[in-house]
């Protein structure tokens, strides 16, 4: 059984700056493609930023020059640094991870939602005005 934990979400001012954590469990992490998604009220799930275990990473236009994905893989921790927040970027924040083993296309899947095996509970982030 894999967890995924989050941590790190809070209320900030806009401008400001935020940096999730993620932590995954066993060896698994390693191989691992991790995923930030976030869903606002009324509105869907969708990708932040992605990174493979090599280290190719993907971000939504929405939030290119602001957010930063990284991981520690001694650490099994994968972060998401949030830079210049804005309202907008107001969610609840997601972690996931995405089993290599399972997938033909990796950099395909880790964009899409349905691309995932594993989910955290989520953090919640405001971003106020």
């Known amino acids: 059984q894999v967890h995924v934990v989050e941590s790190g979400g809070g209320l900030v001012q806009a401008g400001g700056s935020l940096r999730l954590s993620c932590a995954a469990s066993g060896s698994f992490f390693s191989i691992a493609a991790m995923g930030w998604y976030r869903q606002a009220p009324g509105k869907q799930r969708e990708l932040v930023a992605a990174i493979t275990s090599g280290g190719s990473r993907r971000y939504a236009d929405s939030v290119k020059g602001r957010f930063t994905i990284s991981r520690d893989n001694a650490e099994n921790t994968v972060y998401l640094q949030m830079n210049s927040l804005k309202p907008e970027d107001t969610a609840v924040y997601y972690c996931?991870?995405?089993?290599?083993?399972?997938?033909?296309?990796?950099?395909?899947?880790?964009?899409?939602?349905?691309?995932?095996?594993?989910w955290g509970q989520g953090t919640q982030v405001t971003v106020s005005s």
């Open positions: 996931a991870a995405l089993d290599p083993l399972k997938r033909i296309t990796i950099v395909q899947s880790m964009c899409l939602v349905t691309g995932y095996d594993y």
